[in-house]
């Protein structure tokens, strides 16, 4: 469906610019795969889950964390 419109597009364009759509798509190609056009995987599609690192870093607390500290005392 999309094919036919690129190749209409690109060969409306100048021999210059045609080289130039040629080195994007091998850029993309290289980007995306492992430089085989026939294998590419989206890589946009990956998505971070919100939460997926939780319980990862526990950091003990001490029981006082709250308290104001003792060097601030004159300030308070």
């Keep these: ?7 209409e597009k690109l060969e409306a364009l100048p021999e210059s ?10 850029f993309l190609a290289e980007r995306y ?8 995987k989206d890589k946009t599609k990956k998505r971070r889950l919100f939460g997926s690192m939780k ?6 607390l001490p029981d006082d ?4 500290l003792d060097d601030f005392e004159e300030y308070m």
């Design 1 to 7: 469906m999309i094919q036919p419109v690129i190749l």
């Design 17 to 26: 610019l045609q080289t130039e759509v040629l080195h994007y798509i091998e």
């Design 33 to 40: 795969t492992n430089g085989e056009l026939g294998d590419i």
């Design 55 to 60: 319980g990862t870093f526990v950091l003990p």
């Design 65 to 68: 964390f709250d308290e104001p």
